[in-house]
């Protein structure tokens, strides 16, 4: 059963995160944390999303920013390791409420599209990139700071994916760092791989066949329905402790 509710979820997050650039955590994170616990589902979110990213990056790298991409990765080095205490310190219940907020927070300032003055420049960079790194290594979802950098910055999705593509890279891979790696048995390994390749693959195949509105729209609800179930999980394991 474990594995099969694994498949689904990182097979529909792997999907994703090829529409999108890095949708996969916020699809994803809630339903892994409370499937597998909060430090493993995070770290597992990192290690997938980091994987498509790559693969993704081959493609597109040319397209990659290095004034605006170097600050936001340096900056969310930085941060990291706070994420990643952060995780290793609170308790399952309240980890869950946190996390649930977080995704939830930031679905809801990228769907209202929000104009940040603290979010442009170069010093918006290291912001919204310091951001990204507390957030994916304490919660798996590192991407709506940078996804509302770009949008203050005026970038074309065009523009968006390869360089979210090349922040996911590094991102997960300082997160897997401080992290480590998710404690999972084979066959939920071998599962794991296979429905995060199938997801990629079933993503490259109908991408120009859903028009981005949609695809983005379907991503938002599903994240918010995911925030919104780990913030219960939580709040009912803090009422019964």
Known sequence: MTEALLAGIVLLGGCVQWLTGMGFALVAVPALVLLLGPADGVVLANCAAGAISVVGLAGGWRRVRPAAMVPLCLAAACTVPAGAWMTRQLPRPLLLVVMGGLVTAAV???????????????????????????????????????????????????????????????????SIAANGTPRLTGPQWAVAVAALALGALTGHTITDRIPEHRARHLVLLLSLAGGATAITKGLWGMGAA
């Open 108 to 174: 809801l300032l990228v769907m209202r599209g929000a104009r940040v003055p603290a979010l442009r420049g170069g010093k918006g960079a290291v912001t919204a990139g310091a951001l990204g790194g507390f957030m994916n290594a304490a919660a798996g979802v590192g991407g709506p700071p940078v996804s509302l950098y770009a949008l203050n910055a005026g970038w074309t999705v065009r523009d968006f994916v390869p360089n979210a593509q090349f922040y996911g890279v590094a991102v997960n891979a300082f």
